[in-house]
């Protein structure tokens, strides 16, 4: 068990829904990474929040969005979508910043798009 | 540009050998991690072992090291005695410590460990 939470586990819905995926990191770390993991394009970075700002962006699309809440709780919401948006979406988190930096990441979210 | 190169798509191994799993990569930023996570068919990824780029020696966690050689850009996973539950993804990734802190993976290994 890593310590990162992520609800719900499984998510089964329409094409032109919106969805909340939640993550809560790891007791004391301040920085939560949303990875996507599809079967076409592998392992991508979408988003990295610290401390409850945002601090990079990877290949996160439009209808994509997400936050990190006073608590260090973080949520990625995606919108309008698509069959191609079904993929397994992780929550990690780390302490902060710095070169050694393990990032441990939640169960996952698996979201089916039908 | 392709940064994390894994070139084993599939392994089969048996029981109890020693297995290496290729991992290369490309960066020009001088200070960066690499990292092995393990995906077993549950499906959550299971964090092995780091190497920075400036550590001296090989990073070593129980059954797994990692064989690092900086100038071929290579970040081999070594797991030495393998069993059943070894059997699983392995992804291999690097954060460059210039840019942003993401990780960039590579496309995994599939390990069979055969009994």
């Known amino acids: 068990d890593s310590g990162v939470t992520q609800t719900p586990k499984h998510l089964i819905t329409a094409t032109g829904q919106r969805v909340t995926l939640r993550c809560s990191p790891r007791?004391?770390?301040?920085?939560v990474y949303w990875y996507q993991q599809s079967l076409d394009q592998g392992l991508q970075f979408l988003i990295q929040?610290?401390?409850?700002?945002?601090?990079a962006k990877g290949n996160i699309l439009e209808r994509f969005s997400a936050q990190q809440f006073p608590d260090l709780h973080s949520e990625l919401n995606l919108s309008s979508l698509e069959l191609g948006d079904s993929a397994l979406y992780f929550c990690?988190?780390?302490?902060?910043?710095?070169?050694?930096?393990?990032?441990?990441f939640g169960p996952g979210t698996r979201l089916t798009v039908l | 540009a392709q940064k994390i190169t894994q070139t084993q798509p599939g392994m089969f191994v048996q029981e109890k050998e020693a297995v290496t799993l290729d991992c290369t990569y490309d960066?020009?930023?001088?200070?960066?991690?690499l990292f092995w996570y393990k995906q077993p068919s549950s499906g959550e990824m299971i964090f092995l072992i780091y190497?920075?780029?400036?550590?001296?020696q090989n990073a070593t966690e129980g059954r797994y090291s990692l064989n690092f050689q900086k100038a071929r850009k290579s970040a081999n996973l070594v797991i030495s005695a393998s069993q059943l539950g070894d059997s699983a993804m392995y992804f291999c990734?690097?954060?460059?410590?210039?840019?942003?802190?993401?990780?960039?993976f590579g496309t995994g290994t599939r390990l069979t460990i055969i009994p």
């Open positions: 929040y610290y401390n409850g700002e945002e601090r």
């Open positions: 990690a988190s780390s302490v902060g910043q710095g070169a050694n930096n393990e990032q441990f």
């Open positions: 190497q920075g780029s400036y550590d001296q």
């Open positions: 960066t020009s930023d001088p200070s960066y991690g």
């Open positions: 007791s004391g770390d301040l920085s």
């Open positions: 990734a690097m954060r460059e410590d210039f840019g942003n802190e993401k990780l960039t």
